[in-house]
């Protein structure tokens, strides 16, 4: 048997430049890592077969993993069949890239079990059309994504920080949040400067994700968990991607810890950060 943990990460601004012809839309987005994480467990068996904790999520051609699956058997072609078992923690429709995240660990969890020798440029030009963020996975590293999130400049952004990260308990839909959105093509501050020059006490004046207008407007308690994110003490607080998880960062790890189980009390899935995280990218052999 084979384990692998897939984490999840969270946007530190997001401009909305333009709308393609694709229908896909031009972004500028800050890629780093939260400790939110959902538990692999891949292993040989008689048939594909793909088992999640949770029930309500289907395992089925809708699920990314069962796609990564399907391109890898397709494009390269797959010796053996396997059953993936996937401990969810990761709640879905949050803006935290769980699905993306899951699909770049079946890439590279296959990869090394089949001996397949695929580079990660390779595994990145197979996930092409499975979905935006999985490049960023892939590669496992923080930086700026650029394009429709395939283009990944590294940039050593991981805050050195407390990051509180709270889902309201209310799925957003990726398609509403960018078909509702303004675009931008110019926008006021340039994101990589913030990211890397500006002291995050500032980021609350300059740092945005754009499509926070699109979203508040219908799920309400993600705009009151920004609020809530700053009268708990954030330096800065955002939402993450196209919601409707929500982050806050902290200075001091008691404010952080105060927010954290604030937000567990309410009955609010909630995860807490450590400063300068770096997630493990292992796959180990267990047995």
């Not at 580079?119 to 490049?135: F, K």
């Not at 960018?178 to 740092?207: A, G, V």
């Not at 998880?245 to 937000?263: C, L, S």
Request: net charge negative.
């Amino acid at each position: 048997m084979w384990i692998a943990e897939s984490y999840a990460k969270i946007n530190l601004g997001l401009h909305v430049l333009e709308r393609l012809p694709t229908g896909y839309h031009e972004i500028e987005t800050g890629f780093c890592f939260i400790e939110w994480s959902d538990r692999f467990e891949v292993k040989q068996a008689p048939e594909m077969k793909l088992e999640i904790s949770d029930e309500d999520i289907p395992t089925d051609d809708r699920n990314l993993i069962t796609k990564a699956v399907g391109v890898l058997d397709r494009y390269v072609g797959l010796e053996h069949n396997y059953l993936i078992r996937v401990d969810k923690k990761i709640p879905v429709g949050a803006g935290l890239g769980g699905g993306s995240s899951n699909a770049a660990l079946t890439l590279r969890m296959l990869n090394k079990i089949e001996d397949l020798g695929l580079s990660e440029d390779e595994m990145i030009d197979l996930s092409r059309d499975l979905g935006a963020d999985i490049p960023f996975f892939i590669k496992g590293k923080t930086g700026l994504g650029r394009g429709i999130g395939h283009d990944i400049k590294p940039l050593d952004i991981q805050p050195n920080y407390w990051i509180v990260t709270c889902f309201p308990n209310e799925q957003s839909s990726t398609a509403e949040a960018y078909q509702n959105c303004m675009s931008n093509s110019d926008p006021e501050f340039d994101l990589e400067k913030i990211l890397t020059e500006i002291h995050i006490d500032e980021w609350q004046y300059m740092l945005s994700n754009d499509l926070e207008q699109a979203v508040f407007p219908r799920i309400h308690v993600a705009g009151n968990l920004k609020d809530q994110m700053y009268e708990f003490g954030a330096l800065y607080a955002s939402m993450t991607g196209s919601g409707s998880a929500v982050y806050g960062i902290f200075e001091q790890d008691f404010v952080a810890t105060n927010a954290y189980k604030g937000f567990l009390e309410l009955d609010l899935p909630a995860n807490i950060t450590r400063p300068g995280f770096s997630p493990d990218y292992g796959i180990y052999r267990k047995g």
